[in-house]
Every structure is written in structure tokens, then in C-alpha cells.
């Protein structure tokens, strides 16, 4: 059976939901920051809008309300998309990547991301946000949000919960105490590969052997609750990266083997 399909991705749902876990949002998260068996269940929706619709629709029918983010650039912002997820229950974030739009002029790239989370608001009321990583970009979106130390800035406009956004995963989020699984690369181990969608602790984990490569290797460590599958998980998917159709999965597999090639050559010539 072929994997990232719109069924490997009902069959990982089921395992979660099967081993006892309680799914929700990142907003319903952090809202009550439940204990235990919880899975945070974000999407990035980098390209593809329709194939987000297609998860949400899987995730509905079995009574789950995950997170979906936003892109404003036309890949991603398809207004009949956003309203059709937005009325199967989900929550809507934004993806921003203003730091690239604007070519890292803060006073400018804080004054788009005002403009267009106004925009996203007009479709659901935004109140968690989440970077767009963009590898081959020298500005890491979350600078936004820090001074000229590295420090999170407290009040003020570049602080984003002055906008009533109460998380940012890569800020919001402890990960000693929630496990990060991410499909980047189309493989649930990309995280080698991966430029910015990883985490400081992932070095640990790997130490531990919490390392899977497929959903169904994932399924498996689920169903038998071994560490870390005893506790909280975030999980982040590219609903573009999934579908049944053989034509454009062949072609997302082989664009992102050539990605994670490429992203493997930069990370060791250490340019980014
Ligand atoms: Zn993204």
C-alpha cells in the first residue's frame, strides 16, 4: 500500500483515535491545555488548497477539528477553500511569511502581516499563527516577533499577541513535554533534511530511537502506546503531500526526493 494517500491518512487518524488519544486544534489546545493522550493536529496549507478540503472532510467525518494555516499568496488563498473548511468545524490560522514578502523590513513586513491577518479574519476569528518556513529564504519569519538580541519581544506591535493571537507552534509549544512529528520531504523522518520545521529536541529523540519513516510505522508505535506515544504530540501535515490520485503523488514523491536532496547539499555546505 502506498503511503501520504488520503487512506494511509485515515488509517493514522484511526490509530490515534483507537489508542485512546484525544485530538484537537492548536486554539482548543491551548485553550485547555489538556493532559495526557492529546494530539495536536495542524496542516500548513503550502499549495493545493483543495487537497486541505479533502482532509478536513476525512477529519469531520470522524469528529475531529484540526488547524489549517494559511498562506496569503494565491497557492494557498482560495477564499471557497477557506469557507469550506471553516464550515466543517476547523480552525483557521495564518501561515505568514511576511518577513519574505517584505525582504526582511520589519516596519514594512509587521504592517503586511496587520493587512492580511485582517484579511484571514474576514473567514474566521485568527487567533494562533504559524510560520511559513521558505528554505531557499535568508529571513526567518519568526524574527518578526524578536528584537535584535534574539528575545522575544513582551508588548508592543512586534509582539503578536497584541493582535489577539494567543500561540505560535514554534514559540507556544514546550518540546520536552509534546513530541513533533512533521511530514516534510514526504516521509515522517525529513526532519533531517529539514531547514526550519525542526526542533531542538529532536536530537534527544533520535537518541531514544523515536524515529519513524512511514505512517505505518507510526500507526504501529501508536497502537502498542510505547514512549513517546504515551503522551502529548503535535502533528504537522501538507495536505498537498496527500492523495489517492497515482499522477500527482508520483510527482509530489519525486519532487520532494529531488527537495530533499538539494536541502541535504545546502545543510551541509552549512549555508543556511
Ligand atoms: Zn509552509
Known sequence: MRDFTLSSYKNLLHSFLQAGYKITSFEQYLDSRPVGKVLVLRHDVDLRP????????????????????????????????IRRI??????????????????GDKVKAISN???????????YP??????????????DGRDLWRDSNGYKN???RYDYRSYGIIGEPYFGINFNSVFYLTDTGCRWDGFRVSL?????????????????????????AVKAAEPPFDGA???????????????????E??????????????????GL
Open 50 to 81: 483543495y487537497n486541505s478540503v479533502a482532509t478536513a472532510e476525512i477529519e469531520h467525518s470522524l469528529g475531529i477539528t484540526a488547524s489549517y494555516y494559511f498562506r496569503i499568496v494565491k497557492a494557498s488563498n482560495v477564499p471557497d477553500a
Open 126 to 139: 485568527v487567533r494562533t499563527i504559524c510560520m511559513h518556513g521558505v528554505p531557499t529564504n535568508r529571513y
Open 154 to 156: 513582551q508588548g508592543g
Open 253 to 270: 514523491q519525486s519532487v520532494q526526493r529531488v527537495k530533499n536532496i538539494i536541502k541535504r547539499a545546502m545543510i551541509w555546505a552549512g
Open 113 to 123: 502581516f496587520e493587512a492580511n491577518l485582517e484579511y484571514f479574519r474576514s473567514f
Open 233 to 251: 504530540v503535535m502533528m504537522t501535515t501538507h495536505p498537498q503531500r496527500w492523495t489517492d490520485q497515482s499522477l500527482p503523488w508520483l510527482k
Open 86 to 103: 471553516v464550515s466543517l468545524g476547523h480552525e483557521i490560522g495564518y501561515h505568514y511569511e511576511d518577513m519574505a514578502i517584505c525582504n
Open 196 to 220: 526550519r520545521d525542526k526542533v531542538p529536541q529532536q536530537d534527544e529523540w533520535v537518541r531514544k530511537g523515536w524515529v519513524y519513516h512511514s505512517s505505518w510505522d507510526i500507526a504501529r
